[in-house]
Structure formats: C-alpha cells, structure tokens
C-alpha cells in the first residue's frame, strides 16, 4: 500500500503552500506535489475527510490567519472555502473536534476557538488570553501558547504555554456560546518551556515534551486533571550542546513513545513501556537531518517519516513493532522547510 501525508512548511515563494507526501515501500519512494499553492507559511495543517484545515503562521493587527479548504474528488487539490484572522500572532497549532477548530497564537499567547459550518466556513465563537512569564528571560519573557488537544472524551481542552510553563486545563462544552471554561493550572518544572502533547491509547496518561530541557514527562490524566509521574530526559548521556524538543509520538498499542529533539542533538528518542506500568530508554537515534521538528508513525506502525526544517529533508525509518526501534532505509526527499506531517491515507 502506499501512505499520504500532508506536509505543514514555511514558505519562501507564491509556488510553495500546503504538499502532498506519497510514501510506497513497494517502490521504495517518495515523491512531493504542490496541492494549494501561494498559502504562506502553514505550519500546522490537518484534514478529514471532506476538509482541510491550516494556519498561516504570520503577524499582523489581526493576527495569523486560518483557512479552511474543501477535497477535490479525488483528494488531489484544495479549494480555499474561507479563512479567518486567529487574533493573535505566529498561530501554530490546530486542534479538531465536533465542529470546533482550536487554534494556539504563539506569540500572541492565546488561543482562538471557531465553529466550522457545514459549508467549511468560520465563525469566531472565543478568544482566551494567558499571562505570565518564567525563568527563560529568552523564551519565557511572555505567555506563548504552543498548543491544545482536545482529551479523548471531547469534554476538556489541555493547553500547553511555553512561556508561562503551564498547561491550563479547561472544561469543553460545545453546547455553551463560550465553550472553553478554565478547571485548573498545572504548573510545569520553572524553564521546561512545556510544547507539544499526546494522550496514550487509553486516555489514563499524557505525555508532554518539554522543549527548553529537552525532557519527556509523563502524567496521569483523569477528568482535566494531571499528576506528573515519571520525567525522562532526551539527551544522551555526556551530550553538550543546544537542545530544543519538539514532538511526541505514540504508538498505536501504548508500548512505546517516541520524541524528537533538536538543537545540536537532532535525534528520536524511544522508550518502552515496563511492566510496572513505567517507561525506559529504548535507544536515541540520529534522525537523519538537521532540526527534527516533526515525525510521524505510519498507522500500520510499520514505519516513521522524520520532517527537518533546516536541512529541507523528510526521511523514512523502519520500525520494529516489537522493540522499538527505528533503523534508516536510505529514502529520503528534499522539501522546502518541512515542520509538520498529517496522515492522510485513510481518506
């Protein structure tokens, strides 16, 4: 079978915008086409069936924007049905559910909530701004929202803010005009810089990905609510240098977790899940480019594709479903600053 993906860029020319990914084991290739071109720096994007969704992660009085798009019938092109200013600058990061778009405004330090009509259009129903700062005078001088998944359920929002080193957990009601009501703050380690987040399978633990200590921390969740349990660093032992963690993975079964970090490391890193319910380092492996920003497992959990934004790079490893671990298959293809990767192949 082959697999499609949505490639998220920033952009230097009108010819670039969102792409389409094609992997084939079969052919060992893969191969990258333009499918809405002159969108400028969508660095998030995410899709179902009928739609497309993408920032573009600008600044202005108004904020970045938001766009939504509509398929062709043959899910090989996108017609832009609408776009919205999100309120806030560098928007980053989109959450969907149930109707709502959840869009995180990095430098702008808070979040925009949106109704997606039937028709693919948007409707602003909320804007929710943070405040405060950290110990990282660099990075934490502001509030930047970094992202925000929805639980499992639907019934909360969890919002991780680099810059204040919080994750806000909020209540979701999609019934009430303003659906997003705070629960609780849920201070991190000062200077983690907390980014990006997953749910395990069974939606009894988060994983998060601190960015600024470059440490995978995991959490038992239940009802909006965390309680740290387990850090684990991503940086291998005796390793000097910059660091800079970007994303988490899980896969499909909950035995493994995977987080890449940047910096001067460039590595994923694997660990296992234990019998006691812990987690352990599995390996740290080059990640076969410069700045892994993002990754993704295939769904079959057959195979990972590793995004570099700064050496223009997506990369394919094999992956052990048994133990783990990931080994390069000499594939690779050159893309204009590739930072986020959406599976596509089951539409």
Given at each position: ?347
């Amino acid at each position: 079978m082959n697999y499609e993906f949505l490639i998220g860029s920033y952009t230097d020319s009108p010819e670039e915008g969102i792409s389409l990914l094609t992997f084939s084991p079969s052919n060992h290739s893969l191969s990258i086409s333009t499918i809405a071109p002159e969108i400028i720096n969508p660095s998030f994007v995410l899709a179902d069936e009928e739609r497309v969704f993408a920032v573009e992660e600008t600044e202005g009085p108004k904020g970045g924007q938001i766009l939504s798009f509509q398929w062709d019938e043959t899910h090989q092109s996108l017609q832009k049905v609408d776009e919205k200013n999100t309120e806030g600058n560098h928007p980053c990061h989109i959450a969907y559910r149930d109707g709502f778009l959840v869009v995180s405004n990095y430098s702008g330090g808070n979040f925009s909530i949106l109704k997606v009509r039937e028709d693919g259009s948007l409707t602003p129903v909320q804007l929710i701004q943070h405040s405060g700062s950290s110990i990282n005078a660099a990075r934490q001088e502001a509030a930047h929202v970094h992202s925000a998944n929805f639980s499992p359920d639907g019934k909360f929002l969890l919002v991780a803010d680099l810059g204040t080193d919080r994750i806000y957990s909020y209540e979701f009601n999609k019934e009430n005009p303003e659906p997003a009501q705070l629960l609780e703050e849920i201070p991190m380690t000062p200077g983690d810089g907390p980014r990006h987040l997953s749910f395990s399978p069974s939606g009894n633990e988060v994983f998060v990905v601190q960015e600024l200590t470059a440490v995978l921390e995991v959490f038992d969740y239940k009802d909006g609510k965390l309680q740290s349990k387990q850090r684990l660093s991503l940086i291998s032992e005796g390793f000097e240098g910059a660091v800079g963690a970007a994303e988490v993975r899980v896969s499909s079964d909950g035995n493994f977790i995977y987080a890449s970090n940047r910096g001067d490391a460039n590595t994923i890193s694997v660990f296992s899940k234990q019998e006691d319910g812990s987690y352990s380092l599995v390996e740290h492996v080059p990640s076969g480019g410069i700045m892994p920003r993002n990754f993704i497992l295939t769904a079959d959990g057959k195979y990972v594709l590793v995004a570099h934004q700064a050496s223009e790079n997506i990369v394919v490893f094999e992956r052990d479903q048994e133990s783990g671990k990931l080994k390069p298959i000499s594939l690779e293809v050159t893309v204009p600053k590739p930072v986020y990767l959406f599976d596509i192949s089951k539409y």
